[in-house]
Each structure stands twice: as C-alpha cells, then as structure tokens.
C-alpha cells in the first residue's frame, strides 16, 4: 500500500527554525475559494504544534480565514496567481497576514448593517485583534492582525 500524495495546492516554508515556539511560517495557496480551508487546517495543525493557548488558536482560525476570503473576494491574485499567507508566533502571540494582487480600494470595515448578507469579514477581524493593519505597496496588500497579545508591530 502507497501513501497518498500530499495536497500540493499548499506550499509552505518554514521561515525560520522552531525554537521554544517562536518561528514564522508562509503558504503560498492558488487565488480560489477552495484555499481557505487549507489555510485554516494548515494554521491550525501548525499552531496546536506550539503553545499557543487553545482560544488564541481559535481565533486565528477565524481571522485566517476571513483575511484569505476577503483577498479572494475583493482583490486580485498576486502575480503567479496565488495569494501569501504568513504567520508568525513570538511569546504567545500569534501575527497572521495575507498578502495579494492588490485592489481598486484599500481594505477596511464595511458600515455596520443588520440586514446586509456579507461585509462583516473585518469587523470580526478588528473584534478579535489586538491590532490590525494593512500595509499597500507596489507589489500588492497585506492585511494582517495580532492575536494572544499585544503586537509589536504598529499601523499608524
């Protein structure tokens, strides 16, 4: 008996080495719907590996994937037609960012509606962050948000 191949729509590379939980990690997944629950199983597997507090854990599950659907959703793949997903954990605090081809708008929270079926991605995000931002540069939008803790990293 064979073992299956490994999905290869995820590509990862450790950024640097696990040392005592604190390391970085990137995926790069192809710009379509399907990619989102990759990201979110790969997130997930990855951060249960450290000590990162299971309701830290669970958050970052759902910023992972509203940040991924919103880049398929409303922006452009980056040029090899994926989308960059990183993360990194340092003392607890887990830093997710999405990177894509960028948009004709800059992301941010959609007005508070009641009956609007969507729009909520980064109100979730902003309720669940300690810090948000996103940064725009030639290359594309990154979207990230710090979870467990506060960031050292600043929008503003």
Known sequence: MTAPH???????????PRRSGDSARTVRVPWRATSVSKVRR???????????PTMVVDEA???VSELVSNAIRHARPLS??????HWKVKAGVVEVEVTDG??????????????????????IVRSL???WGVTE??????VWASLGGPSRRRSH
Do not use: C, Q, Y
Request: proline share 10%; glycine share 8%.
């Open 6 to 16: 490994p999905d290869r729509s995820v590509r990862s590379v450790p950024t640097s």
């Open 42 to 52: 790969t997130l997930v597997e990855d951060l249960l590996t450290r000590d990162v």
């Open 102 to 123: 960028g948009s004709e708008s800059s992301p941010r929270p959609a007005p508070r509606t009641i009956w609007a079926p969507s729009g909520r991605g980064l109100r």
């Open 129 to 131: 962050a300690h810090e």
């Open 61 to 63: 599950e759902i910023v």
């Open 137 to 142: 540069d030639r290359n594309g939008t990154t």
């Open 80 to 85: 090899d037609g994926n989308l960059r997903v």
